[in-house]
Structures are given as structure tokens and as C-alpha cells.
């Protein structure tokens, strides 16, 4: 039982892991929005995805593919896509933003005139 829980985990974060792998190889096609480009990125996707559970199998010495663990990789692919992109995608935002107003020489913290002098309540 204890290691069908174990691998029931590991399937579950090399579903997560597999979601953020599906990001990389679609910015080609974000970059592009050309279709034969987003067919060869999923085609590599899939062949790239199924050697890498290949090799984690054989290194953690998981059991035969069975059906829960074909459910807990689309399990962690699906909560990747649902939460952590969403974190990640969030995050990602505000380099970008950030790098952007570097390169236009803008200021980038809120508070890069916290030391300014203020003005006094009550005086003009």
C-alpha cells in the first residue's frame, strides 16, 4: 500500500512537472502562432514526455503502467494547468513588466522616492 501511495505522489508531480515541460515547448508557437509549428512542438512533447517517465520508472523502479498512474500524471498536468500556471504565468508578468521598464529607464520599485523630503501637515 505504501508504495502505491509513493507512486501515486511521484505520477502527481511528474504530471506538474510535465505541465511546466508543456510551456516550454509551446513558446515556439506563441512566438509564431504558426499550426505545423504547434504539431511538431506537441509531437516533441509527447515523445520528450513518455522518455522522461520512461527513465523515471526504470531509476525509481516504479511498477508496470497501471491505471492510477496514468490518472495521477493527468491529475498533476491538470493542477498544474489549473493553479501553478496561473502562479507561474503571474510571476513571470512582473520580471517581464519590470525588464521593460528597466530598458525604458523608468523607475521599477513603488518606493524609489520614499526618501524624498515631504511636506509637512499644516504647512504651506
Known amino acids: 500500500m505504501?508504495?502505491?501511495i509513493f507512486?501515486?505522489?511521484v505520477c502527481a508531480l511528474f504530471g506538474v512537472s510535465g505541465g511546466a515541460l508543456y510551456d516550454v515547448f509551446s513558446l515556439p508557437y506563441r512566438a509564431t502562432r504558426l499550426r505545423a509549428l504547434r504539431c511538431i512542438s506537441d509531437a516533441l512533447f509527447c515523445v520528450g514526455f513518455g522518455i522522461l517517465f520512461l527513465l523515471l520508472s526504470v531509476r525509481l523502479r516504479l511498477p508496470d503502467l497501471r491505471a492510477y498512474m496514468f490518472f495521477a500524471?493527468?491529475?498533476g498536468?491538470?493542477?498544474y494547468l489549473k493553479s501553478f500556471h496561473k502562479i507561474v504565468a503571474f510571476f513571470v508578468g512582473i520580471v517581464y513588466n519590470r525588464i521593460g521598464k528597466i530598458r525604458k529607464g523608468k523607475r521599477v520599485w513603488r518606493n524609489s522616492g520614499a526618501f524624498r523630503k515631504r511636506k509637512r501637515v499644516g504647512s504651506r
Open 73 to 75: 500524471i493527468l491529475a
Open 2 to 4: 505504501k508504495e502505491q
Open 77 to 79: 498536468f491538470f493542477l
Open 7 to 9: 507512486c501515486i505522489l
